[in-house]
C-alpha cells in the first residue's frame, strides 16, 4: 500500500500514518510516497517494509555499501545535511518526551569524513566474519565495512584468509583499533589457539602492529575480558593530540572518532572557566583532563578501568602535568562535592544513574557528554529543576548511523 512519509522515528525510520495509526519504514525519507507492506501491528504503531519509493526525496542517496543486511548504517541512504538535522531533532525530541527539557538544541556539528571515520570496530566470528544482522546471532560475512579505517578492513580480510586455511574452532570475535598507522588486534576465543599464521600475515601487511590473544568464555555481550596474552609486537598506540602525548591499548575506551573528539574537546574546553576547579568524572585514557589542566588551576580525572587509569598516569608524566592528580575507582565513591566548581561527566552509553545525579547537585557548572540521548535525558531529568540548560551541542561522532554524541552544559540556579 502507499503511504506518505511526515517525519523520523528514533532510529531514523520514515514515519507515516494509515487509519490513525503510525508506521514505522526503515529506508524511508520525509516527504517520500513509498509503497509498504506492513510486517507487524503493535498497539501503538505498525511496522512496514518498504517495496518501493513512488516519489523519491531529494535527499535520497546511493549507499555504497552492498550489506543491507547487516543493518548498521540506519541513516546511508540519508543526504549527510539531513543526517545532520535529524541528529538535532532527535536530541531536542528525546529530552523533550524523556525529561520534559524544552531548550534549543545547536545544529549538528559536522564530521569531516562520513566514510572511513571508526578507529576500532569489533567483528563477530565463527566459521565466518562479520556483523551479526540487526537483532540477531545470525553473522552477516563482511570483507569492507565503509565506516572503518582501511587498516581495520585489511586486518579483518587477512584474518578472513587465516580462518579460511586453518578453520580454527572457538573465535568468537576479532577487534581491531588503528591510530596513526599503528594497529592493535585482539582475537578473542573461548580456548587458546595457534595464532601464528595470522601473525605472520600481520607482520607482513603492517610496520607497526600488536597482537593480543584474550580468552573469553562469558554468554553475555561483553567481548573483550581481563584474561589477555601479549602474543607479537607493540603493546600499545602511541599517539598525541592538541600536542599532548598519550598512549591508548586495546581494551581502554577511546573516542571513536578522533576529527570530532577534538571539535568535542575543544568546545568542552570552551565552557571551562580559567583557572576554575575542574573533576573529570569518567576520564578514560586521560586525554580530556590533560587538556583542562592547560585552563583549569587544578584537575582531578576519576576512572574505574585499571588499564585506562594506568595509561592516564603515563600521560600526566609524560607531559609533565602538575595540577592533574588521576584516582582509579568508581565515581560514585571517590567523586566528593569540595573537589571542583566545574564538572564534566562523560559516562558510558548507559548513561550516569540516578544515585550519581543525585549526588553531583550542587555543583555550580556541569558539563554533560553523551553518547545517547535517552540515558542523557533520563539523567537530566534527575537534576533538571536545579540547574539552567546554558548549551545543548551534538556531534556527528558516527556518521550513517543514527548514534548521536551531545555535550550539554548547565548551571546552578541560584537561591535555590
Ligand atoms: C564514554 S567513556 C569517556 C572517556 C573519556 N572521557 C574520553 O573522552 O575518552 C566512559 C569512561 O567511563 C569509565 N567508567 C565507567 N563506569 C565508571 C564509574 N562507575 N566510575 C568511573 N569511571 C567509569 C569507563 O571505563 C570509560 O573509560
Redesign the pocket.
Known amino acids: 500500500m502507499k503511504v506518505s512519509i511526515f517525519d523520523y522515528g528514533m532510529f531514523g525510520e520514515g514515519v507515516a500514518r494509515l487509519n490513525n495509526k503510525i508506521v514505522l519504514v526503515p529506508g524511508a525519507l520525509m516527504g517520500e510516497q513509498v509503497d509498504v507492506d506492513i510486517t507487524k501491528e503493535h498497539p501503538n504503531y505498525t511496522q512496514a517494509k518498504l517495496n518501493s519509493v513512488i516519489l523519491p526525496s531529494p535527499m535520497r542517496m546511493n549507499t555504497p555499501c552492498g550489506y543491507s543486511e547487516c543493518g548498521g548504517c540506519e541513516l546511508m541512504h540519508m543526504a549527510y545535511s539531513e543526517q545532520l538535522k535529524f541528529k538535532q531533532l532527535l536530541v531536542s525530541k528525546t529530552l523533550k518526551k524523556v525529561a520534559k527539557i524544552d531548550v534549543l538544541v545547536s545544529p549538528t556539528i559536522a564530521a569531516e569524513n562520513q566514510f572511513n571515520y571508526r578507529n576500532k570496530a569489533s567483528f563477530a566470528c565463527n566459521s565466518l566474519i562479520g556483523f551479526y544482522k540487526k537483532g540477531s546471532n545470525k553473522i552477516v560475512p563482511i570483507a569492507e565495512c565503509k565506516l572503518v579505517d582501511n587498516n581495520i578492513n585489511l586486518a579483518l580480510n587477512l584474518f578472513n584468509d587465516f580462518i579460511k586455511q586453518y578453520a580454527p574452532a572457538g573465535i568468537k570475535n576479532l577487534v581491531v583499533r588503528s591510530i596513526d598507522n599503528q594497529v592493535l588486534v585482539a582475537v578473542v576465543c573461548v580456548k587458546h589457539i595457534p595464532l601464528a599464521p595470522y601473525i605472520q600475515l600481520l607482520k607482513n601487511a603492517f610496520k607497526k602492529v600488536g597482537v593480543y590473544l584474550v580468552i573469553n568464555t562469558r554468554k553475555d555481550s561483553v567481548v573483550l575480558t581481563n584474561n589477555l596474552t601479549h602474543l607479537y609486537g607493540i603493546k600499545q598506540i602511541e599517539t598525541e593530540s592538541f600536542g599532548i602525548k598519550y598512549s591508548v591499548g586495546i581494551n ?4 571513536t572518532n578522533l576529527d570530532i ?1 577534538n571539535k568535542l ?1 575543544t568546545h568542552v574546553l570552551s565552557l571551562i572557566k580559567p583557572n576554575s576547579r575542574v573533576v ?6 586521560g ?2 583532563s590533560a587538556l583542562a589542566a592547560q585552563k583549569a588551576s587544578e584537575v582531578v580525572g ?4 585499571k588499564s ?1 587509569h594506568n595509561e592516564a598516569e603515563n600521560l600526566k608524566k609524560a607531559n609533565k602535568i602538575q595540577n592533574l592528580t588521576n584516582i582509579c ?4 565513591v ?1 567523586f566528593n562535592q569540595s573537589m571542583c566548581d566545574t564538572l ?1 561527566l ?4 548507559h548513561g550516569c544513574g540516578k544515585q ?1 545525579m543525585q549526588k553531583v547537585i550542587g555543583v555550580k557548572n556541569l558539563i554533560y ?1 553523551s ?1 545517547s540521548p535517552i540515558s542523557m535525558s533520563k539523567d537530566l531529568r534527575e537534576i533538571e529543576k536545579y540547574y539552567i540548560i546554558e548549551d545543548v551541542q551534538p556531534f556527528d561522532m558516527f556518521p550513517n548511523t543514527t548514534s548521536v554524541e551531545t555535550v550539554v552544559k548547565l548551571k546552578l540556579k541560584e537561591n535555590l
Do not use: R, T
Open positions: 581502554s575506551f577511546h573516542q573528539q574537546y573529570n568524572g569518567f576520564s578514560g585514557v586525554l580530556l576519576i576512572e574505574i578501568e585506562a575507582g568508581d565515581f560514585l571517590k564534566i562523560d559516562p558510558a552509553k550519581v557528554v553518547c
